[in-house]
């Protein structure tokens, strides 16, 4: 099966610009996840969507960041304007049941803030 | 609130050596801890869980709830064990939200 994509792998912007990291979790895995990892920091959590409802946004830094999953499927998660802070590693990952831990990450996508 | 502490931030030893990664955890209730290891240009992926009381490519991770301690051991290291290994926990009423360690950069010399 396919696993998690995410894209870009990479992405250069300055500061105040916009930013649209997008994620494919598994076909036919209800739960998708974004984790970030700033500055060589823990991975922390941002949020927890089932289908197309966000179950736990509470991990969200501030408003800049939006995150979306139109029709359960694909997700984005956007950052505007973005600071330099938001520089990172953003790792989606999917599950197929809740409470299934054996998460499937995606490569991350390297954000970096000039 | 839960916190996940990994003190060695790099850890090196020899092949054929002991290995042991340190997690220690801070929650009042019964948590989940998990093993997480990412390859060099691989994906994080699940190594071990707690509840599951199994040994994967060597590895076991005991809970010790006395010491709040998860520490992930292997008798004799390999040079293919070198990765970056992260510890977690997740409280068992929050479903799937996981609290990560800041990782150990294990590496394991010929």
């Known amino acids: 099966e396919a696993g998690v994509t995410q894209f870009p792998s990479h992405s250069v912007i300055e500061k105040g610009q916009t930013v649209t990291l997008r994620c494919d979790p598994i076909?036919?895995?209800?739960?998708l996840y974004w984790y970030r990892r700033v500055m060589g920091k823990e991975i922390k959590f941002l949020l927890h969507?089932?289908?197309?409802?966000?179950?736990?946004e509470s991990g969200m830094p501030n408003n800049r960041f939006l995150a979306e999953r139109t029709g359960g499927t694909y997700s984005t998660l956007k950052v505007q304007p973005a600071e330099l802070e938001d520089s990172g590693v953003y790792f989606c990952?999917?599950?197929?049941?809740?409470?299934?831990?054996?998460?499937?990450f995606g490569s991350g996508t390297r954000l970096t803030v000039v | 609130a839960q916190r996940v502490t990994q003190p060695e931030k790099l850890l090196s030893v020899f092949k054929g050596a002991p290995v042991e990664l340190k997690c220690n955890y801070s929650y009042s209730g019964s948590p989940e801890l998990f093993w997480y290891v990412q390859y060099s240009r691989q994906r994080l992926q699940l190594l071990l869980r707690h509840i599951s009381r199994e040994s994967i490519k060597g590895f076991t991770a005991d809970l010790n709830k006395g010491e709040t301690s998860f520490h992930l051991k292997k008798p004799f290291a390999q040079e293919e064990d070198s990765a970056m290994y992260y510890c977690a926990l997740s409280r068992k009423t929050s479903g799937s939200r996981l609290t990560f360690g800041e990782g150990t950069q294990l590496t394991v010399n010929p």
């Open positions: 076909s036919g895995h209800d739960n």
């Open positions: 990952a999917s599950s197929q049941d809740w409470g299934d831990y054996g998460y499937t």
């Open positions: 969507f089932v289908k197309e409802s966000k179950q736990d």
